[in-house]
């Protein structure tokens, strides 16, 4: 055993993971266990100091169920909500399991009541009134200025479209058909395993713009001599004779010119769950909403994205009842299917 067994640990299933996950959520995770390491180390020495507190063992495979409630009670003693220690413990759990150990899922069993009960809150999606200004202020671009059409393309067809912050990174020019406003989706979550390839529907809101962003998109490769079949490329990576590809903080970048213009703080997530929730506001059903946004079930797309509002609720229930309780008033409703037609049998004075 090495002199930092935890770390060991980590990147043998870090290896493992490496393509299996998203760039950004293997990032992420890679941070995570190099914080978690030194949390580890931190209650070992504790351990040392005073054998009833700490960890006894932070080597992956000799942790023990009581260790992993220490490290959740470091944690809360920061003062870290209880979303983020479902991250931290669910992160450590697939550590341990890989090493073949079960001591979180033990430590479930046992210790119940020191593992986080929180319900699961949706993030809000963009306000009507900041979706409308980032759409005007795309409105407002020139179209030969080409960094500032290509940050408000982003943004517009992540509000438009619902797609993923990489599906719109990795999209190609040939997925967007303005002539039927669908969006294809290619890269996908879990593509090759369980992600499958989709279509989407853009909201009538962004087919004007995006047409005038193709214009500033072709110029712009034109004047600087370039070929890509991005619909979103990166002109200085192309000119470093790479792929074109946004990086992700390029895209946070891009964000930002229309975060700074509007005064919106949103981010391409914020974007994704403004589409569910529209495509509920305005009829769309669930069932289609959540197929296009690329879920297993529309259970997903209700719990962390979109679900109708309680005052659409109410009102849809209301028109109900009231159908229900008087029949006739349907009939009344509607139009009759062939009117009358005005003195059909009848001289009418006046006309010849």
């Known amino acids: 055993m090495g002199r930092y067994p935890f770390m060991e640990a980590v990147n043998r299933y870090l290896d493992v993971m490496q393509g299996v996950l998203a760039e950004s959520t293997y990032s992420e995770l890679k941070r995570r266990f190099k914080r978690m390491n030194k949390d580890m180390m931190e209650l070992a020495k504790l351990n040392k100091m005073d054998k009833g507190k700490g960890i006894r063992n932070c080597t992956p495979v000799k942790m023990s169920d009581q260790d992993v409630v220490a490290y959740m009670g470091l944690l809360r003693g920061r003062g870290m909500k209880d979303g983020g220690i479902d991250h931290n413990i669910d992160a450590l759990a697939g550590l341990l399991r890989y090493e073949g150990n079960a001591a979180v899922d033990r430590a479930k069993a046992r210790f119940p009541q020191h593992f986080p009960h929180n319900s699961v809150r949706r993030q809000d999606p963009i306000s009507d009134e900041d979706r409308k200004k980032i759409l005007e202020g795309a409105a407002k671009v020139p179209t030969e200025d080409w960094r500032r059409m290509e940050a408000y393309a982003l943004s517009v067809l992540g509000i438009c479209s619902g797609l993923r912050p990489k599906e719109l990174r990795l999209a190609k020019l040939k997925d967007l058909n303005l002539n039927r406003s669908v969006m294809h989706a290619e890269e996908v979550k879990g593509k090759g395993r369980y992600g499958e390839p989709r279509d989407t529907a853009i909201h009538p809101d962004g087919p004007p713009f995006l047409r005038r ?140």
């Open 213 to 352: 962003y193709l214009q500033a998109r072709a110029q712009a490769l034109i004047g600087e001599y370039l070929i890509s079949d991005l619909l979103f490329p990166s002109l200085q990576n192309l000119q470093k004779g790479r792929s074109g590809e946004f990086s992700v903080n390029g895209t946070t970048v891009l964000r930002a010119i229309v975060k700074q213009e509007t005064g919106v703080d949103f981010d391409l997530r914020a974007c994704r769950r403004t589409f569910g929730q529209n495509c509920l506001d305005q009829g769309v059903p669930l069932d289609s909403t959540s197929r296009m946004m690329g879920h297993a079930t529309s259970k997903t797309t209700e719990t962390y994205y979109a679900r109708k509002k309680n005052d659409q609720a109410v009102a849809e229930a209301q028109k109900a009842w009231t159908v229900n309780t008087n029949p006739n008033l349907e009939s009344q409703m509607q139009p009759a299917s062939n009117p009358p037609l005005i003195g059909k049998k009848e001289y009418l004075p006046g006309y010849g």
